[in-house]
């Protein structure tokens, strides 16, 4: 047993950065702070490789499965004496990539971040900001119990939100920092109410526990069925529902384009390698429950991942901002992950799924990461979002253009680049399981590779654009990240994963199957040359097919209207009619009423008043009246 | 010792007595004529007084000098009101109660 | 029977010789320094009210017509310190030219007419009582009328006397059914002998109508309010505290003493009367703009709470009563003190007068607010614990609801007190009472006044002391 | 002169010394000072208490102190405190601390209003330290009473109106309240044994229950009108508008607490088969108090108005955990009151701060004030995600105890409405964040706020004392959640023997 407890300065070293950075930042130079959040992401990045050094190939396994270890693990808030919040860490096989892929990014984004923000406003309270995501990040991934889970899912949602609110006096931006902290926040209304169903019939939060095949959440978690699903089954779509806010599935998918308002290191960062997969990081945490008591769950699971990649792909080929393409490119390879995940089953071949999806998860982080900043890059020398503005790039940042079409080659599923594998393995699984989500892989394969090269043809190649200030390339703070990043999605490839990371932690024999590899291969190659023959050179063509297609293009360049129907749900329905009117019923009723109590009472004081005439003899009669009344009263009615 | 006339009369005499009184305290204007029904008022209370103690109980005297009593106590108080109403005969120049109305509501 | 058994009723020979001297140093008095009479006899009445709290002989005189225990004894005590502080109170005002006449005869009839208190409540027999009860009404009617050169005075002289003598008489009415029917007017014979026929319980209801004429419960209050606006504040203030306090007194007495075999009649009765009692008074208090006027409906609606004190014919019952009197003296006569002083210092008598008053005379506006709020039952002033053992003792015999009309009504009383604090505090005012320094003598009667408010409630010991001396049906 | 009466005897010396201080200069000091002595009386009070728990102390109640004040009818002043009150104490003085400094500058009758302020700081300190229902009831209405002459005078906008019916609200609370505690005393030994007022004593013996249906109703509803129950919850609006900062602060940062504490000290405690019994109704209110004060944020425009409403809704959320009646939801309700008293009345500070530079409340007149005011705008934001049950902040920790504690009851009803209680989440989210968004974000609309100046010293101390406060609790609650657990294991214990479920 190796001794991991130096594991607990992952998660606090980003924090205490934080600290430092938010409080003292404005005092310390802005470069200065840059430094220190950069050091502190290389140090843990340290940590981490080592972690994982050490996890993988020197602990002990047994009966060759990969152990859970709790690092160390205290108490945080107690509720009942078993159900209690603990703060811990916990390594196992996903965790630990995590780690590797969450330094790995941060680190790179860091750097890039320096030359990237250089001269913006705000330089140490951007870099205070990246430390508070690293962190909530990496708390994340290291939680122990699901409610930890849920403590730093709504840490990463906030510090997501200041993030993409960087630029505040922008008012795009605080609409789309607004948006995507409403939408994930009741996405996680699902999450805690998943959480507190779960906990009820299992009376735990703990991983080890509730995970444990043959513990007794699984075996007997079933509980009593509640409308014809299992209540286990119900917790755990609910909680899928917070991993779809997350992951920015459909429908709640709406928030991810419009943070591309933020930064770009940011949605590099955030929106493509590490948070957005916080989803699928969510379902493979509880994979044993999903593939072993609650089937049905897992189904929607794959269902959902499947429609959200094609439904992206499509909107991906009209998008023209650059960086809403990468958007929409990156739901769908999510996708791509969850729809793995449903196809999956626990233990032995079954789990090809899970092994593929957390596969591509980790090449998809590095190839996406790559394409967001080089079109960071590429913004930062066009200083526009939109390819209509651009073309013939590639004379003028050599570095960015390579490194860009190595990712774009990438994720078109090229061998023998990483992208490649992870997307045959999640073929091979969907394929083996159920035809038709295949299908529809096959065909979103294919329209990745179209989009991509689209982007990458309109920007690098296409019609010769004249720029006010001739672009130049970025410096080597930037390009440097951009290099290694391109190295890590040549070499990622080969990681042997089905040894390292599957879902019973033991070793999964598997091999690339011809007969689904090339065919996606040559998809992808199809993909490819249609982009060329639209997008090498000037062409109508593009022009043709939306005039052709007039109205579905329309319906798809505006993602579905989906948007529309959201504001149309939130601002009419919630707010026109629910809380205004509670509003005025709170006025016009509630207070009304004790309003009008107050003013009986004046009216009646003003009508009695007649009895205080000033006549004797009214008084008198009143008085003898009073009197035999009172007399009548005792003696013949109420003796 | 029995006079004949049997105590009913005597009560009934006073009970006419007291509404007659009470029936002009209501009814009359003039002030002086008020203080008189009321004067009557208590003259009813004195025959029950005397009548009681006559008929039910004659070997005690304590009727007959309460009534006594109310008789001296009645003139006193009339003096005291006939002063004020006389006061109020100055302030208002009249002693109709029904303009005697300054304080009201 | 020496004469030293006499003793027994010291209170009221005291007070009798204390009148006759008065008589006779404004016989002898110097014409021209008649002012130092209000001096005199306010010393005069001291002495009295400290010789009142040495304890002497209870006992009966006159084959039991004249009653003295230590009950009657504190009940008169209690009033005793009321007077004095109406008198201290009343010195301003005396020194006025038109008063100057008439010094001698304000104090002798008050003295007079707490003589008949004093003789109601030791009253052992209906004889006695009726007297007492005369002499307590008659000398006030004059007082009523004392502003000779005023219409309201001489208005409220004739209501307070025309009625009281119709309510006397409706009571005497009443006393003539129980002597024809028991055939006796001693309290104690009557207690026994008393039925439970048709024609005792009107004659009871008859005598009820006359005492909830003096305490002015609904619906024989109405002559209250004329009578309060229109006679000089200090009558007012005696009127309001020490006639009603000592009515008060004589009910309980009575009551418990002499109706206890009707008592779920008499129950029923203070039921209803005081539930209208609190709420009429309450709900004509609103709308008052004159400050004497409003009080007079203030203390009808009190009125209505000291009834729940006899309800329950309880010992905590009588106890709660006779504090809370106690209390009544001390808040009320705090609140005229303050009302006397600035009418005597401008003569404005309207709550709309009192607006900005804390911007100029802070001291007065603070006693006023102090003793609005122990009128109202606000903690920490006394008027909260008169209140809570009111209720306290209410509830002992399971009156909740009558409890809870009771409480839900001093929220009105809490409203048009607090429209008083409001004219004081918060709202402006162009031309505020201006600024002035009242004299020794006014300021002497606030401050034991504001002691009282803010001492009787904590210290318990008077609450005790009260109620060892006080008993239950 | 035992530690717990000096809670009441030193804002009452401050009292004093403010009244025989000269000139008005000083006044904002010897309260800051009184006020600060008190602060360090609950930290000291809190230490003392631990070790004793520590030293294995395990009474129901520590420091009690018991003197004999009305013998005829067992009227008590007694004193104790354990670790709920212990807490609430801890809170008030922190609030009122900050407080003083909030209303630093007040300048129109400057002594008569710290006067008033501290006298109602004296009786809720009063309320929650005394375990006699009589000294508790005239602590609670001593509490009420100041708040008349604070809104009406140093108010703003229709204040008297607010004022009167604030009072007149509050007052019938107590009407409703006063006979609870009457029955509970008449029935307080039905073995015909010497009544009491002792909740100690009370709570020793079972109140018979055709008198608990009479009496918790009327009981729990007076103390409700104070935590601002659906619908006797309107007096807070308009009293939070219409009052000055620091008002607003103690008002909604304590006196809403009495109503809490006392529906759970009073009412639950003392008359536990009622409250099983009758639960369902309250819950029902307080859940749509909940959800409704939630909605009735969102349309509102004045800031005040948005906080009375979250007020509502987050106050309604205590009443709800307690009448769950578990160790969990019971002490998430405790939790509760502190963390929202620290939070709302750190956000009434910032609202009073905003407002005296810019002389508005309405959010659509103001805008982009972060460039501004760096300061305050972030101290907002951090108020604005602590009430939006941030992890880290105390309104988490708050909130999933009493969602946690409450989704443990057994019957299936409870935990439905526990879902749509917990739903509520969400629409804080969304008001919040639309505050936020118009109010300090985007470019700065109105050019007059160009110069504003930012956060003076002592608006500084008032605003981290809370900040600071609310982190703490966010980032440690175990030390407090176990102090309220084990002083919530008794109470526990009895309300679960006498309806076990």
């Known amino acids: ?220 978690g079933g509980g009593i069925a509640f409308l014809g699903l299992s209540v286990m089954t119900w917790s755990m779509i609910f909680v899928f529902m917070g991993g779809v806010g997350k992951s920015a599935m459909f429908p709640f998918h709406i928030w991810l384009p419009d943070a ?19 989803g699928v990081y969510l379902v493979a945490r509880m994979f044993p429950i999903y593939a072993l008591s609650a089937p049905v769950a897992l189904k929607v699971v794959a269902y959902v991942g499947a429609f959200s990649s094609l439904f992206a792909a499509v909107i991906a080929c009209t998008q023209t901002d650059i960086k809403r393409v990468l958007a929409y490119s990156t739901m769908s390879q999510i996708g791509y992950m969850m729809l793995a995940l449903g196809v999956a089953g626990y233990g032995g071949h079954e789990g090809l799924g899970y092994m593929a999806s957390m596969f591509h998860l980790f090449t998809h982080a590095m190839f996406k990461a790559l394409l967001f900043l080089g079109a960071g890059a590429i913004i930062h020398a066009v200083h526009s979002n939109y390819m209509t503005e651009m073309g013939g790039l590639r004379k003028y940042l050599p570095v960015t253009h390579i490194t860009f079409l190595i990712a774009c080659l990438t994720i078109a599923g090229i061998p023998p680049l990483s992208g490649f594998f992870s997307k045959d393995e999640i073929l091979a699984a969907a394929f083996h399981s159920n035809k038709i989500l295949f299908a529809v892989e096959y065909a979103v394969a294919g329209l990745t590779a179209f989009y991509m090269f689209r982007l990458y043809f309109s920007i690098f190649w296409g019609k010769e654009t004249q720029y006010h200030h001739t672009p130049h390339e970025a410096p080597a703070t930037m390009t440097v990240p951009l290099i290694i990043l391109a190295i890590g999605c040549i070499i990622t490839g080969f990681i042997p994963f089905n040894k390292l990371v599957t879902s019973d932690g033991k070793i999964l024999e598997s091999e690339i199957e011809m007969m689904i590899a090339i065919p996606s291969v040559l998809i992808g190659l199809l993909g490819i040359g249609i982009a060329y023959i639209m997008y090498k050179k000037e062409s109508a063509i593009p022009e043709k097919l939306a005039v052709t297609f007039k109205y579905s293009y329309k319906w798809v360049y505006n993602k579905f209207y989906i948007d529309e129907l959201y504001l149309f749900v939130t601002k009419k329905i919630i707010f026109r009619f ?52 009172l007399a009548i009263l005792f003696i013949y009615l109420w003796k | 010792m029995n006079s004949g006339i049997p105590i009913q009369y005597f009560l009934i005499l006073a009970t006419i007595m007291f509404f007659a009184g009470v029936y002009g305290f209501l009814t009359r204007r003039n002030l002086i004529t008020i203080l008189m029904s009321v004067e009557l008022i208590l003259n009813s209370v004195n025959i029950n007084f005397l009548a009681f103690n006559r008929y039910l109980y004659p070997h005690k005297l304590e009727g007959m000098f309460f009534s006594l009593f109310i008789i001296a106590v009645a003139a006193s108080e009339a003096a005291v009101a006939i002063a004020i109403i006389i006061n109020i005969y100055r302030r208002f120049t009249t002693i109709n109660v029904e303009d005697v109305n300054e304080l009201k509501f | 029977m020496s004469l030293g058994t006499f003793l027994i009723m010291r209170h009221e020979l005291l007070l009798i010789a204390a009148a006759l001297s008065v008589l006779i140093a404004e016989i002898f008095w110097d014409p021209d320094k008649k002012k130092g009479i209000s001096l005199f006899s306010i010393i005069l009445f001291g002495v009295i009210t400290i010789i009142g709290f040495i304890p002497s002989p209870s006992g009966s005189l006159f084959g039991g017509m004249y009653i003295s225990s230590g009950t009657t004894l504190l009940m008169k005590n209690i009033l005793n310190i009321g007077v004095l502080l109406v008198f201290i109170q009343s010195v301003t005002w005396l020194k006025k030219e038109e008063n100057s006449e008439k010094i001698s005869e304000y104090f002798l009839l008050l003295i007079s007419t707490l003589v008949g208190m004093n003789f109601m409540i030791s009253a052992g027999h209906f004889l006695i009582f009726y007297i007492g009860i005369e002499l307590a009404t008659i000398p006030i009617a004059a007082l009523a009328a004392y502003d000779r050169y005023k219409n309201k005075s001489a208005e409220a002289g004739i209501k307070l006397i025309l009625s009281s003598a119709l309510s006397s008489g409706i009571l005497l009415y009443g006393l003539s059914m129980i002597y024809g029917t028991t055939g006796t007017l001693y309290f104690s014979e009557v207690a026994k002998l008393f039925g439970n026929n048709n024609l005792q319980i009107l004659g009871f209801i008859f005598f009820f109508a006359g005492m909830a004429f003096k305490i002015s419960i609904v619906p024989f209050h109405l002559w209250t309010a004329d009578v309060y606006e229109g006679s000089p504040v200090n009558i007012t203030s005696y009127l309001s505290v020490i006639s009603k306090g000592a009515a008060v007194f004589i009910l309980i007495i009575i009551l418990f003493t002499v109706f206890p075999v009707i008592i779920a009649t008499w129950q029923k009765t203070i039921y209803v009367t005081s539930v209208l009692t609190m709420t009429i008074g309450n709900l004509f208090a609103i709308r008052q703009q004159n400050l004497k006027r409003f009080l007079a409906f203030s203390s009808i609606s009190q009125a209505g709470y000291i009834l729940l004190g006899l309800i ?88 909740y609801l009558l409890v809870l009309i009771a409480v839900l009504n001093t929220i009105i009383s809490l409203f048009y007190y607090l429209l008083v604090v409001k004219a004081m505090f918060i709202n402006k005012s162009e031309n505020p009472v201006e600024k002035f320094r009242s004299d020794f003598p006014t300021r002497f009667a606030l401050g034991i006044c504001i002691a009282g408010i803010v001492v009787t409630g904590f210290a318990s010991i008077i609450f005790e002391a009260i109620r060892n001396l006080s008993f239950g049906v | 002169m035992d530690i717990l009466s000096l809670f009441v005897v030193i804002p009452v010396l401050t009292i004093i010394a403010i009244l025989l201080l000269k000139d008005t200069r000083q006044v904002r000091m010897v309260s800051a000072f009184g006020m600060g002595l008190q602060l360090l009386m609950a930290a000291s009070l809190v230490i003392l208490y631990l070790t004793a728990r520590h030293a294995g102390n395990n009474d129901e109640m520590l420091f009690v102190k018991d003197y004999l004040w009305f013998k005829s009818l067992n009227i008590h002043y007694a004193v104790g405190v354990d670790g709920i009150s212990v807490a609430m104490i801890t809170l008030t003085s922190l609030v009122v601390f900050a407080g003083i400094f909030a209303s630093w500058e007040v300048e129109f009758l400057r002594k008569e209003f710290f006067v008033s302020l501290i006298l109602l700081a004296s009786g809720v300190f009063g309320f929650f330290i005394s375990i006699d229902l009589f ?44 006979v609870g505690l009457l029955g509970i005393y008449f029935n307080s030994s039905p073995d015909g044994s010497r009544l009491t007022f002792n909740i100690l004593e009370i709570s020793k013996v079972v109140i018979p229950l055709p008198a608990q249906r009479i009496f918790f109703p009327l009981t729990f509803v007076g103390f409700g009108v104070l935590g601002a129950l659906f619908p006797f919850h309107t007096w807070s609006p308009d009293g939070h508008a219409s009052a000055p900062t620091a008002v607003s602060m103690l008002h909604a940062g304590v006196l809403m607490k009495l109503g809490g504490y ?38 509102q425009k004045d800031l005040k108005y948005i906080n009375a409403y979250s007020s509502v809704s987050h106050c309604g959320l205590v009443l709800f955990a307690v009448l769950m009646m578990n160790q969990t939801a019971m002490n998430g309700a405790i939790i509760q009151m502190i963390s929202h008293g620290l939070m709302t009345a750190l956000f009434f500070a910032l609202i009073g701060m905003l407002y005296g530079r810019t002389h508005t409340r309405m959010i659509n007149e103001m805008g982009g004030l972060m460039k501004i005011i760096p300061f305050l705008s972030v101290c907002y934001v951090i108020a604005g995600l602590a009430s939006l049950g941030l992890p880290g902040l105390s309104g988490f920790v708050a909130e999933m105890t009493i969602f946690v504690g409450a989704f443990q009851h057994p019957e299936l009803f409870y935990r439905i409405v526990t879902i749509l209680a917990v739903s509520s989440i969400v629409i804080t989210a969304v008001y919040i964040l639309r505050v936020v968004a118009i109010l300090l974000l985007g470019p700065t609309t109105n050019e007059h706020f160009e110069h504003l100046p930012d956060a003076k010293w002592f608006e500084k101390i008032s605003v981290v004392t809370l900040i600071g406060s609310v982190a703490a609790i966010g980032l440690a609650p175990f030390w407090l959640s176990t102090m309220i657990g084990i002083s919530l294991h008794p109470i526990i214990e009895k309300i679960l023997a006498l309806n076990p479920f």
């Not at chain 3, 709660?320 to 808040?331: A, D, N, T």
């Open chain 1, 578 to 629: 629910i809380s205004e009117p509670v509003a005025w019923f709170d006025r016009h009723v509630v207070d009304a009423t004790m309003n009008a109590i107050a003013n009986v009472t004046q009216n009646v004081s003003f009508r009695i008043r007649g009895f205080q005439s000033g006549q004797l003899q009214k008084y008198a009669f009143i008085f003898i009246t009073g009197a035999i009344m």
């Open chain 3, 312 to 399: 329950g014919g309880n010992q905590l019952g009588m106890a709660s009563v006779i504090y809370y009197i106690l209390v009544y003296i001390f808040s009320n006569l705090g609140a005229f003190g303050v009302v006397t002083a600035i009418s005597n210092a401008t003569g404005k008598e309207n709550i709309d007068d009192y607006n900005g008053l804390y911007q100029t005379n802070p001291k007065l506006s603070l006693i006023m607010t102090l003793a609005l709020f122990s009128l109202a039952g606000i903690p920490p002033v006394a008027g909260f614990f008169g209140k809570f053992f009111l209720f306290t003792a209410a509830a002992q015999k399971g009156y």
């Open chain 4, 262 to 299: 006392g529906a759970f000290r009073v009412a639950i405690f003392l008359m536990p088969e009622a409250a099983h019994e009758l639960s369902w109704i309250f819950i029902i209110l307080t859940s749509i108090s909940v959800i409704y004060g939630a909605f009735g944020a969102i349309a």
């Open chain 1, 1 to 220: 047993m190796i001794n991991f407890s130096y594991t607990i300065w992952i998660p606090l070293l980003p924090f205490l950065m934080f600290l430092l950075l938010g409080l003292a930042g404005h005092k310390l130079k802005p470069k200065l702070s840059g430094l220190f959040g950069t050091g502190g992401l290389g140090i843990i990045t340290v940590l981490s490789y080592i972690t994982a050094f050490k996890y993988f190939f020197t602990s002990e396994k047994v009966d060759g499965a990969y152990q859970k270890i709790t690092a160390l693990n205290f108490t945080w808030l107690q509720f009942t004496d078993k159900l209690h919040i603990d703060l811990g860490v916990l390594l196992d096989p996903i965790s630990v990539m995590m780690l590797v892929v969450i330094s790995t990014v941060s680190f790179m984004v860091h750097i890039y971040s320096l030359g990237y923000m250089k001269d913006e406003k705000g330089f140490e309270r951007f870099f205070a900001f990246l430390s508070l995501f690293s962190f909530s990040m990496l708390g994340l991934v290291l939680a122990t119990n699901i409610f930890q889970m849920y403590i730093f899912w709504e840490l990463v949602g906030v510090s997501s939100f200041i993030l993409i609110g960087f630029y505040y006096q922008k008012p795009s931006a605080v609409r789309a920092s607004k948006k995507a902290f409403i939408v994930t926040r009741f996405a996680d209304l699902g999450f805690l109410i998943g959480i507190l169903i779960l906990s009820f019939n299992t009376k735990t939060f703990d991983f080890i526990t509730l995970t444990n095949p043959t513990g007794s959440a699984i075996t007997q």
């Open chain 1, 260 to 278: 591309m308002e933020g930064p770009t290191p940011v949605s590099a960062l955030i929106h493509a390698a590490t948070m957005v997969v916080a």
């Open chain 4, 135 to 178: 000294t508790m009831f005239l602590f609670y209405e001593l509490a009420v009473i100041p708040m008349y002459l604070l809104i009406g005078i140093w108010g703003t906008g229709p204040k008297e109106y607010s004022a009167m019916k604030l009072t007149l609200m509050l007052m019938g609370g107590s009407a409703l309240l006063l």
